[in-house]
């Protein structure tokens, strides 16, 4: 019983990573930064993935947004932007869930792995902060009625990704 809970422990451990690099992963998309710009190696688990939330997102809507050349241009930037910001911080979640991972193995070491996970954290913490800035920002390159209409698309994409987690989930947790 012990092994089982300690693999589903390590099972969701590796979920998280994958989670975390899975957000930070080459963007399959045409605004993505190019190939070996600032991209992390073979470390970072590659997956195709949705952009990241923001303006990303909303230059993969640039037809049915409406969006102007220059209002194009200023969402890639802002991008571009909070790719660089996630890159720089990529490295400390790894280094963290690794920690982690180690932590939460073979004999257990609870308070080595509060402080990874608190680390973590903290990282989670300032990504999202960095992701938040970059849809605040993107946002403001809107038009009132863009953002309506952006903010119509969201909450579909919202209540979709809402409805697929726990079907991701439901195999780590034994379910």
Not at 81 to 94: F, I, N
Request: aromatic share 0%; net charge positive.
């Amino acid at each position: 019983m012990k092994r089982r809970a300690t693999g589903r422990t390590a099972a969701l451990l590796v979920a998280m990573a994958m989670a975390t690099s899975g957000a930070l992963s080459a963007q399959q998309h045409p605004h993505a930064p190019a190939e070996g710009q600032g991209q992390p190696g073979a470390m970072m688990h590659r997956m195709p993935s949705m952009p990241m939330p923001g303006p990303a997102m909303m230059l993969m809507h640039a037809e049915r947004l409406g969006l102007s050349e220059a209002q194009v241009r200023r969402l890639e930037a802002l991008a571009a932007e909070q790719h660089r910001s996630m890159q720089r911080l990529m490295p400390q979640a790894m280094r963290a869930t690794a920690d982690l991972m180690e932590a939460a193995s073979g004999d257990i070491d609870v308070d080595a792995a509060r402080a990874a996970h608190d680390r973590l954290a903290r990282v989670h913490s300032e990504m999202l902060v960095a992701t938040l800035g970059a849809m605040k920002e993107a946002r403001q390159v809107l038009t009132p009625e863009q953002r309506t209409r952006w903010d119509a698309m969201a909450a579909r994409m919202g209540g979709m990704m809402h409805r697929m987690g726990p079907m991701m989930m439901a195999p780590l947790m034994g379910h």
